[in-house]
């Protein structure tokens, strides 16, 4: 299913369950698929105009009157666009919000270079007791959506809009804070992040190829990390590579080797945008341009192994 | 002009279907103000795009892009056929405006609401080096919603930046609606009025309306201009006219570039 239509559904039945919970929106509705609500819930649904810093502080004094505001735009403008809004409006002062924020880094394609978020992990990073979690695939992302707004937290959800490819069955549970153990292996830890995951797990089948066996964990929530699994898995392979869809620079790399570097020193390597901008171009190009395809994440398995 | 103005739009459509979807409603609404601009008043040099004391234009609302470059490349700044790299990896003719790839283009724009006052600092710029440049800026109604469009707008008559002359693409539509709907400007030739500049307000898609107010701005002295272009978000073509509040971004096929074809020889 869509992304944007898991969205959706989701907002529409925890906003019948909760009366608190209002929709803003900066002219995206439609693009972002959440325009239904619009129809569904029309007195709690705002539209502020092409305005999203408006947007980040009308939510910040709406949660002040005891709602729970969610405001969605595509990632780069939920997110760099109203960075002091957020950290001051709403974090600082304590507010909550839930912030969306779609079509992160190249999942946003033919929109190109402005629209191409690679820093958004990482500034929101820095926002003390802010939520990131970065959906792996459709399954995941309804059942997260719930946890995520019941936290007493703000939140920043990050998300592609259309379809990806579908990693977990109807079986699987999201648990909040935790990762998912997605192959087990004992040569090399693959921590990835969102659309990433599946990358990741297409590069272990090609490395099973080579004999070599890998662990793939998905880890779902940036921040808060889930340290545990990915200190238990190094304990075991002695060295990492990270994948994510975000600049490596205070990204999952950053997170991860921190870890390592204050726990349990291992050789890290890093699937990412390496410190460049966006351009335009199709899911497929994107992912060669910037060496994030399952075979770019064999050739950094390689290497890394042979340097531990 | 009005027969470039044609071939502008035809270029533009062109352009926008070989990928196959794209702007094309405020894209077409601005192809008689670049018309006119281009064609009578930019003081600028197809050969030497980045010629010094050159006039500029910034396209804040950079989507327009497909207008901007089919406007280009009728001028001679790079061949027609470039136009069929729109958006295809590696172009250099991105779906936003972008200044580092694309000739003749003056300023990156994408993320609505930051051009106006980055014309603010080119004509601050022309100002103080003398040069008695022109700086034009196009942004949208939409647009204009952004809070830094009005401390643009301060900024701009404070300075009384004279040599900035700004045409508001006044197509009452914005993404996902009617801006009256979305949210309200009320009438924006008062808003700018009282924010300090010479307005002046008429029909967009009108060349000979654009030309004597573009003529007009240039006399004024003292402050800076607003041209309200009143304009049809689609304008002059009928599947993008008549999609109306649907034509903010298009699916255009072989055969409805066909028609573009017909309808614009
Ligand atoms: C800061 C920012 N917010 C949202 C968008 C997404 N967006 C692109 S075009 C558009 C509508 C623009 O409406 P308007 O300014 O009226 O332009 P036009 O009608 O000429 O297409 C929106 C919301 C954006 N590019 N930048
Ligand atoms: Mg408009």
């Not at chain 1, 325009?35 to 709690?44: A, H, S, W």
């Not at chain 1, 092409?50 to 502080?57: K, P």
């Not at chain 1, 192959?183 to 190829?209: F, H, Q, R, S, W």
């Not at chain 2, 009384?160 to 045409?167: E, W």
């Amino acid at each position: 299913m869509e992304f944007r239509k898991v969205l959706c559904n989701e907002l529409s039945a925890l906003m019948k369950e909760n009366e608190k919970i209002v929709i803003l929106d900066a002219d995206l509705a439609k693009p972002d698929g959440i325009y239904p609500l619009f129809v569904e819930f029309p007195n709690r649904c705002f539209q502020v105009g092409i305005a999203e810093a408006n947007m980040a502080s009308i939510c910040a004094g709406l949660s002040a009157y005891g709602y729970l505001p969610v405001m969605v735009t595509f990632a780069p403008f939920a997110t760099r666009r109203v960075f002091d809004q957020i950290a001051v409006s709403i974090a600082y002062a304590k507010q909550r919000v839930i912030i969306v924020g779609t079509d992160p880094g190249i999942t946003a394609e033919l929109n190109g270079g402005t629209h191409m978020s690679f820093e958004d992990v990482t500034i929101m990073r820095s926002i003390p007791d802010m939520v990131i979690y970065d959906a792996v695939d459709d399954v995941q992302l309804g059942q997260a959506i719930k946890q995520l707004i019941n936290l007493d937290k703000n939140v920043y959800i990050r998300m592609p809009r259309k379809v990806r490819p579908t990693v977990f069955n109807e079986n699987y549970k999201y648990e909040y804070g935790k990762a998912d153990l997605l192959k087990v292996g004992t040569d090399i830890t693959i921590a990835a992040t969102g659309t990433m995951v599946y990358e990741a797990l297409e590069a272990a089948k090609l490395l099973e190829e080579d004999g070599i066996n890998a662990e793939v964990i998905s880890v779902n929530t940036i921040k808060p990390i889930d340290k545990d699994m990915i200190l238990e898995s190094v304990k075991k392979t002695n060295c990492v590579v990270t994948c994510e869809n975000n600049n490596i620079n205070g990204g999952l790399y950053s997170v991860i080797s921190e870890i390592l570097c204050s726990n349990y020193p291992a050789i890290c390597g890093a699937i990412g945008i390496y410190d460049e901008f966006g351009q335009v171009g199709k899911y497929s190009d994107l992912l060669e341009a910037y060496h994030l395809t399952p075979k770019d994440i064999v050739k950094k398995v390689k290497e890394v192994i042979k340097k531990k | 002009m009005i027969k470039i103005a044609r071939e502008i739009r035809a270029l533009t459509i062109e352009c926008i279907a070989s990928i196959g979807q794209g702007h094309i409603g405020g894209s077409l609404s601005i192809v008689d103000a670049l018309t006119v601009l281009y064609y009578k008043h930019m003081n600028v040099d197809p050969r030497n795009p980045k010629m010094e004391g050159r006039d500029r234009l910034v396209v804040s609302k950079g989507h327009a892009g497909p207008a901007v470059y089919a406007t280009l490349a009728h001028k001679g700044y790079f061949p027609k056929e470039e136009l069929q790299t729109l958006n295809k990896f590696g172009t250099n003719l991105p779906s936003h405006c972008d200044m580092n790839k694309t000739p003749g283009v003056d300023m990156t724009a994408g993320s609505l609401g930051q051009g106006l006052s980055c014309a603010c600092g080119m004509a601050l710029g022309s100002k103080l080096s003398q040069d008695n440049a022109y700086i034009y800026c196009i942004i949208g109604d939409g647009e204009s919603q952004e809070g830094q469009i009005w401390e643009a707008s301060m900024f701009a008559a404070a300075n009384k930046l004279d040599n900035l002359i700004v045409m508001l693409d006044n197509n009452k539509l914005q993404l996902c609606g009617y801006t009256n709907d979305v949210l309200t400007l009320l009438d924006p030739s008062k808003k700018w009025e009282s924010f300090g500049f010479y307005v002046q307000s008429i029909d967009g898609n009108d060349i000979n309306e654009v030309d004597k107010a573009i003529t007009n701005a240039k006399q004024n002295k003292g402050k800076p201009s607003m041209i309200v272009l009143n304009t049809i978000k689609g304008k002059g073509f009928s599947y993008s006219e008549n999609a109306g509040i649907d034509n903010h971004s298009m699916p255009i096929s072989a055969e409805i570039l066909q028609k573009a074809k017909e309808e614009l020889k």
